[in-house]
Structure formats: structure tokens, C-alpha cells
């Protein structure tokens, strides 16, 4: 695992912290060991006056449809730290009235969606926020005794929690874990089978926890002697059995999706 930082590149942001954000945004997009697949979002709080010259905390997060690869400051809507965090303590809310709530919070109603992770980075209580579905640490988390691994392996300087659906439900299950929690104490937060988050008052500070933390994984993993099993190459798979076999899931995939459903054959043999 690379650390990409360049304090060049860093410096030409002005010290804006939107800027900050894009940049460290696109150092962990540009790496696909840490974002595969476009996975992963980020975020800046920033305060700032409104329309009528008052102060108001704004959450910038990565919104849907970009990618950290890319991303540009259009890239992060702006939503009122306040109300996201409003939403945190209700003891109930549908994932579709989650996302009308953040709409009618944000400032511009042209902006894209913020991301469906939106209150639980409002919850960390840092200007940075960073998440990641890093391989590495995913790879541990989803061993038989993985969650031991990652807590040995991290110590008292991470938090372990277990896999929560993405959305309203583990916003408000990392609430109720951490509503009295010193958070000066830790450097990140592992939802085991997910992803990684990491967090500091800096660009710099919460950019180089994740990278530590996911080599650190890679190395543990590396220590192990663990290798790719490649399987053994299929010669076909194409015969009439096979196919009819294939066909049949085929229809019974497409009848509980309430939809025709595409499949497709590969005789690779990692697939």
C-alpha cells in the first residue's frame, strides 16, 4: 500500500479545505486495492455563512454517481451537519425518507444525492472523514475468526463493529455505540465485511491513517504466507446437463427478482 501525499500537490489546494478534500479524494480513488469498483466515499465538514450572513456547519460528502478517482468539487454535495444529525437520533426512518430528509437539508437543490453514509460520517466528529472497502482488511474481516485477527492486530486504537446494511440502520447502530465515546482515542472505525473509516482534523492525518491501517492488513496477510488459490482450469462447462441446469437457476433467479435476469458462463478459474 502506497502512500501517494505529495506536499507539493497539497500546498497548490491554498489551504482551501474543499480542495483538500478533492485531492486526498482522488489519492484513495487512484488506488483500486482500496476503492474496487468505485466503492468508498469521503467527506469535510466546513463552516461557513448562508444567504443571510449566518454560520452554519456543512457536511461536504462525496455524492452519488462520481467517482473518488475523478471527483471534483461539483462532486460533493452540501448538506446541514445539524439535521444530519437530527436524523441520527431518531429510533426509526426508511432508507427512501432518509434520502428525501438529506435532499430538503442540502443547499443546492441541483446537487447530486449525497451518499446513503451521509449521517454516519456527520456522526464522526472530525473535519476529514475517509472510507474505503479496502481488500485487505475485508479479506481478514470475512476469515472464521476475523474479527479477532483485525482486534489483535489494531488494538485500542480501532474501532470493531459488526456488519450493519449501509443506510439509515447502521448510521443509528454506530450512533447508539458511540454516543459516549472519547473519540480522541481512536484512528478509525472497521465494520467488519465492509470497509474501513478513518478520520482526523487534516487532510493529511486522515489520508495517511487509512493507507497505515489497510498495509498494515496487507502485511499481516503477506506474514501468513496466504496465496491466490487459482483452482484448477475447467476443460468446459457447456454441456447439455450443464446448460440445462444453468437455465433452470436462470428462471428461478428471474421469478423471485420479478424480472428477466441475465447470466453469464466463464470457465475461468478464479470465477
Known sequence: MQ????????????????????????????DPDLVLHGGGNTSVK???ADFFGEEED??????????????EVAGFPAVKQEVLLKMARLEQLSDTDMV???RTAMIDPGAPNPSVEAILHALI????VDHTHADAVVTLSNTPNGEQILRELYGERVLVFPYVMPGFVL?????????????????????LHHGVFTFADDAKTSYTRMIDLVARAEDYI??????????????????EATLRQLAAIRQRVSEIRGGATLCRLSADPLS
Request: with cysteine; net charge neutral; proline share 1%.
Open 3 to 30: 502512500n501517494r501525499w505529495d506536499d507539493e500537490a497539497a500546498a497548490a489546494c491554498g489551504g482551501d479545505l474543499l480542495q483538500l478534500r478533492v485531492y486526498t479524494s482522488r489519492l484513495l480513488g487512484q
Open 171 to 191: 448510521a443509528r447502530d454506530v450512533f447508539l455505540r458511540t454516543r459516549y465515546l472519547d473519540w480522541s482515542q481512536y484512528e478509525g472505525i472497521i465494520l
Open 46 to 48: 466546513i463552516r461557513q
Open 125 to 128: 466528529p472530525f473535519t476529514f
Open 58 to 71: 456543512l457536511l461536504f460528502v462525496k455524492g452519488s454517481g462520481w467517482d473518488l478517482a475523478t471527483i
Open 100 to 102: 428525501r430528509l438529506q
Open 222 to 239: 503477506k506474514e501468513q504466507g496466504a496465496t491466490v488459490a487459482t483452482g484448477e482450469r475447467v476443460e468446459t462447462l457447456s454441456s
